[in-house]
């Protein structure tokens, strides 16, 4: 009990801050629930489950403050959500030490890729077979189908596997490659960050990984977490939120890395 109460006030703090970078968390959670002392695929399929509970709460924030650009989560988050079941269901063939490494490189290479610099894009020109041009309250931008996705899908595939939500990987895709403005980047990967933890928790639990003695009591305190960093989300400039989100990611690598060290 007091390993649970002790994770739920990590929980609160990391959700706080995930929300404000439209991430679920799960880069946090599943390491924090595995230093706690739960087997790794239990733990991902807990943290999945606070995902759910966390974006959930930060959609609906998002959302009345009109962040949420649902046409583009539509098209783009259906191949990571089926993938991330996949990718959930198939996670018990791979060890959790290689499901450990997995994640940190992948979470490495999103970090350093949220640290560079944005170049100004040009104005969309006349429209292409695969380039969707929106236009989302005074924004306007290009969604390149053909790159955007491919990678969801693989991203899909991997959140599902190592209990995550995608965010970390959907954000950076939203902002480098197709050129959506970091506010409306957070509000539309809340969106999919819930749908995708979904998934992916779905495939976990339905080959018996959730525990739900841990993952119910640490959701509920998410969600408190979920509904504060989405007002704070709001209110900060779009050049911190990025920052915000680089420094964290990184963060996340390292402490994962650190854990499978030790465990190795």
């Not at 170049?119 to 429209?127: F, I, M, V």
């Not at 989405?230 to 989100?245: D, E, M, S, Y």
Request: positive net charge; aromatic residues 8%; glycine residues 10%.
């Amino acid at each position: 009990m007091l390993r649970i109460v002790l994770t739920s006030c990590a929980v609160l703090v990391i959700a706080v801050v995930m929300a404000m970078t439209g991430r679920g968390g799960g880069n946090f959670y599943v390491p924090l629930l595995v230093a706690a002392g739960q087997p790794m695929h239990q733990a991902a399929a807990s943290g999945q489950f606070i995902l759910i509970a966390a974006a959930s709460m930060g959609m609906l924030v998002f959302h009345k403050h009109r962040m949420v650009d649902w046409k583009l989560a539509l098209v783009i988050d259906p191949p990571t959500d089926v993938m991330a079941f996949v990718g959930g269901y198939t996670s018990h063939l791979v060890s959790g030490l290689a499901l450990k490494i997995l994640l940190a490189g992948l979470l490495v290479v999103a970090g350093v890729c949220m640290l560079l610099k944005v170049r100004a894009r040009p104005a969309p020109g006349p429209a292409r077979f695969g380039f969707w041009r929106r236009r989302f309250g005074d924004e306007e931008y290009v969604v390149n189908l053909w790159l955007a996705l491919p990678l969801t899908a693989a991203a899909g595939l991997a959140a599902g596997a190592v209990g995550i939500s995608g965010g970390s990987f959907k954000v950076p895709l939203m902002v480098l490659a197709c050129g959506v403005p970091m506010r409306v980047a957070v509000g539309t990967s809340s969106a999919m960050v819930a749908a995708t933890a979904l998934m992916g928790f779905l495939g976990h639990a339905s080959v018996g990984h959730f525990d739900y003695t841990w993952a119910v009591p640490v959701a509920a305190v998410a969600v408190v977490g979920g509904f504060v960093g989405g007002k704070l989300a709001v209110t900060t400039r779009p050049k911190v939120l990025k920052q915000i989100f680089a420094v964290t990611t990184l963060a996340a690598a390292i402490f994962m890395i650190v854990n499978a060290v030790l465990s190795a």
